[in-house]
């Protein structure tokens, strides 16, 4: 069948004019860049799927929205538009502005994870897992065997496996674990969704041995979005009832805004415990700034608030979702090997599969991404053993479950001409796969290596 593209519910009203370099001139820009899509210059990228985060275009009304930001230092009213809105959504008493997710992880993670040992997870994305290991505990990954076998399809590639959570709670002690999370969806296994069922059956799991459940929120619009589409029960249910539904099961969750939320820059921490969210306000005070603003300028705040319900809209996640099939149907109809079925935000291109004359250790999933650059301009990323980086005990570089090449589609930005020429560089790359070869680190910083290391290309 014929990919078919869902059109847009907007109309464009202002445009961003991009560069066009040459094939020699990117592949200067890659080399000097230390073959790290990191370090490459944004203006020197044609499309930019670096990631989903903080690159959405906003609509009119955020832009209006801007103008009426209060900049008060305290009790500005962006505060309670935000306050009003969140609470709305998520259903929790106790919502905190901060200034991206990873800031709601350093606030929140520490007080959950003292004393304790582990943090278990669907899968932590590498800034949870960064926070986790910060705090002195260590992140245990535990998400359905289905997620691991990129070509069978799968409704729920993104859930927790729960009886290997439970095994898991019997052979660490339940006392040793600090927080159970649910990442909704499960970026690193592909943006794969989590259904309600599963949300419930971890949900009673950790309340059993009284470890507290927390959401990763990123991508809990996406989330519900499919679960509309796939869980029977919610067949029916406006997007609104779902993430009620996701939520209540919650003690408390941590949200990068910068994904779901439609703005450029935001975060949040939700909890129902006041004693938690005490706790939470001090800490917040301390790194981010004063409760009513978070780390965030007033207009940003406002931005966020009309964002957080414009990221519900049915219509627009259609069209959302819509866009990301349309991309993998054009990958299948190619042959390009990606995690099936596509995800909420990015196509996840299996590199394992594409490069498999590439080892783990030669990073295949950051060879690709290079080569998309040199090919057509793109900006993709690793998703695999290069972002996982090192073991912290061993210093030892470890084997990631997925080798994934991360094709991420910012929010209202790209058209389906640009889709197309996504689509083409990947067809033409498949053609000459063999000669592709894998990397090695010359220069690398001990924790979240991948946005600073230097490679350089194996003979
Ligand atoms: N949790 C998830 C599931 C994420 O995907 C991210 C960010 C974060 C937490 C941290 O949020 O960037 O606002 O500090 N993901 C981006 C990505 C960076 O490209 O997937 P942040």
Request: one cysteine or more; glycine letters at 8%.
């Amino acid at each position: 069948m014929k990919p078919i593209y869902i059109p847009e519910p907007f109309r464009i009203k202002s445009v961003e004019p991009l560069k066009m370099l040459t094939r020699q001139e990117r592949e200067e820009k890659i080399a000097a860049a230390g073959y790290n899509v990191f370090s490459l210059a944004s203006e020197d990228v044609y499309i930019d799927l670096l990631t989903d985060s903080g690159t959405n275009a906003m609509s009119s009304a955020q832009w209006a929205g801007v103008m009426l930001g209060d900049e008060s230092y305290a009790g500005a009213s962006s505060y309670y538009h935000v306050q009003e809105s969140a609470q709305q959504i998520f259903g929790m008493p106790y919502v905190q502005l901060v200034h991206q997710g990873r800031a709601a992880e350093k606030v929140l993670l520490p007080v959950l994870l003292q004393g304790k040992k582990y943090a278990i997870s669907n899968m932590h994305f590498d800034t949870t897992r960064a926070h986790v290991e910060l705090a002195g505990a260590r992140a245990i990954d535990c998400v359905v065997p289905e997620a691991l076998d990129t070509t069978t399809y799968f409704d729920f590639k993104g859930n927790m496996d729960v009886p290997r959570l439970e095994q898991y709670i019997h052979d660490l002690g339940a006392e040793n674990i600090g927080v159970i999370i649910m990442t909704v969806t499960n970026n690193s296994a592909g943006g794969q969704p989590v259904s309600v069922a599963n949300i419930r059956e971890t949900s009673a799991v950790a309340h059993k041995y009284g470890i507290p459940l927390m959401i990763d929120a990123a991508r809990y619009a996406e989330n519900s979005y499919f679960v509309k589409q796939r869980e029977t029960e919610f067949k029916n249910c406006p997007i609104a009832d779902i993430v009620k539904a996701m939520f209540q099961e919650a003690d408390c969750f941590t949200m990068s805004s910068k994904k779901d939320a439609i703005v450029n820059m935001g975060g949040l921490i939700g909890c129902r415990d006041k004693a938690l969210f005490e706790l939470i306000k001090q800490r917040t005070i301390s790194f981010e700034g004063f409760v009513t603003y978070g780390g965030m300028s007033g207009r940003d705040i406002e931005a966020l608030a009309i964002g957080l319900k414009e990221g519900v809209d049915e219509n627009y996640l259609r069209y959302r979702i819509g866009q990301m099939e349309y991309l993998a149907g054009r990958l299948e109809e190619g042959g390009i090997p990606f995690q099936s079925p596509v995800g909420g935000h990015a196509v996840f291109v299996d590199a394992k599969k594409l490069l498999p004359h590439i080892p783990y250790y030669q990073f295949p999933a950051q060879a690709l991404a290079i080569e998309l650059y040199r090919e057509a301009g793109i900006r993709a990323c690793d998703i695999g053993s290069y972002m996982l980086g090192n073991d912290p005990d061993t210093g030892k570089q470890l084997e990631a479950e997925f080798e994934f090449t991360r094709l991420a589609i910012p929010r209202r930005v790209y058209t389906q001409s640009h889709l197309d020429v996504i689509a083409d560089a990947l067809l033409n790359i498949k053609e000459r796969a063999k000669e592709i070869k894998g990397y090695k680190i010359v220069e690398e910083p001990p924790i979240l290596r991948h946005f600073t290391a230097k490679l350089a290309p194996l003979d």
